[in-house]
């Protein structure tokens, strides 16, 4: 990445760094103090990251002027519209122009940053990221792609789509498994995923249609496309080790990752309460506390925040829009890894011979 001078906001200032990320600061729940200081965690922890923010100058300015390990690493770009979670996406994308998250993903396109981060509304963030960054050519519908906690070595497994669109044809769970294939490699240097495909059973009969047409595609790319294909698995697979992917459409990834989230929710809760049931319990929390630690931070969902969009000429990753700066930090922190990979390259030379092989195997 070229230094990137900045504007009026920085005068004389530029960022020089191998990272530069674009961050939309007004996208979260709990406003950009919250988003900044992810950003300064972030800073902490990794020195090659540079931070355009996006949102209203004097704010973020204060913001950003109270975090010593964001001095000299950030530009603001001025943006006095927000994106709440109740604006339509179709409403963004006719009068959104100048609002952080339209900022943000323009920083993309402008090649100023490498991915975009972003809290906000994701039917919006979807919609404003393919106009502005479109799809890859042979990705007909893009997907967000999550890192499930699982029993695999690696302590992920990727799952996609989980509500970039709730539809999805056999031939759109193919290109999913081809894209959640180059991130598990790329991402979890994974040389030959297990793709698995989500179905109401693993026999091959069981499923509706585009399922089973699904099945047979993908079983008959994984040769070509340096994979594994286990075929169909079920919801209890999630977070074991069957695969290293699991293939689904957006509705039906959607509800299993929020089903996911409550769940490790209500097991901290219960917990919690069982602990304080009588003073034994109140001990035995005292003598298991390191234990319950380690337990807390292998379930967190805020230390796996972070869908990243796949399909669109650009990164972008979409963070929960009710996020902490934990939550905020993880994001940054897998935009980062993304940006240093080469990833959007990577993947978009992935779907290109895949769409050649498939056109090559009609003639």
């Known amino acids: 990445m070229t230094a990137l001078t900045s504007d009026k906001a920085d005068a004389g200032a530029a960022l020089d760094f191998p990272i530069i990320l674009s961050v939309d600061a007004m996208g979260g729940d709990a406003g950009p103090a919250v988003v900044v ?4 965690t972030s ?13 209203p100058e004097d704010e973020l300015r204060r913001l950003v002027d109270r975090r010593k390990h964001l001095r000299g690493r950030c530009i603001i770009r001025d943006a006095r519209d927000v994106v709440t979670m109740d604006d339509k996406p179709s409403h963004v994308v006719r009068n959104g122009k100048g609002t952080s998250m339209w900022s943000a993903v323009e920083s ?5 940053a490498t991915v975009a981060v972003s809290c906000g509304n994701t039917g919006a963030l979807m919609a404003v990221s393919m106009i502005r960054l479109r799809k890859l050519p042979g990705v007909n519908r893009p997907a967000i792609a999550v890192l499930w906690p699982s029993r695999n070595p690696q302590g992920f497994n990727v799952m996609l789509d989980v509500g970039a669109d709730v539809r999805a044809d056999a031939t759109d769970l193919l290109r ?21 495909l989500l179905n109401v059973g693993t026999e091959e009969h069981k499923g509706r249609p585009e399922l089973k047409e699904a099945f047979e595609l993908i079983r008959d790319h994984a040769d070509a496309a340096e994979f594994d294909f286990v075929g ?6 999630l977070p074991g080790d069957v695969a290293d992917v699991i ?11 929020k089903t996911g989230e409550g769940t490790a929710t209500l097991i901290g809760e219960l917990l919690r309460e069982a602990f304080r049931f009588t003073p034994l319990s109140r001990l035995a929390s005292v003598l298991a506390f390191t234990s319950m630690r380690r337990l807390k931070k292998r379930i967190d969902p805020r230390r796996v925040n972070g869908g990243v969009f796949l399909g669109l000429n650009g990164t972008v990753v979409k963070s929960h829009g009710g996020a902490d700066s934990t939550g905020i930090a993880a994001a940054i922190k897998l935009a980062a890894q993304l940006a240093e990979l080469g990833f959007n390259d990577k993947l978009a ?15």
């Open 37 to 40: 200081s992810g950003c300064s």
């Open 247 to 257: 293939v689904t459409d957006g509705f039906t990834g959607n509800v299993a990752i």
């Open 108 to 112: 993309v396109r402008a090649g100023e």
């Open 232 to 237: 169909f698995v079920e919801g209890g697979d």
């Open 176 to 196: 999913f498994a081809l894209m959640g294939a180059s991130y598990a490699r790329n991402g979890m240097d994974l040389r030959r995923p297990r793709i698995g």
């Open 349 to 363: 030379a992935r779907i290109a011979r895949a769409a050649s092989a498939a056109e090559e195997s009609k003639e």
């Open 43 to 55: 800073a902490k922890k990794n020195r090659d990251i540079g931070f355009i923010l996006h949102g």
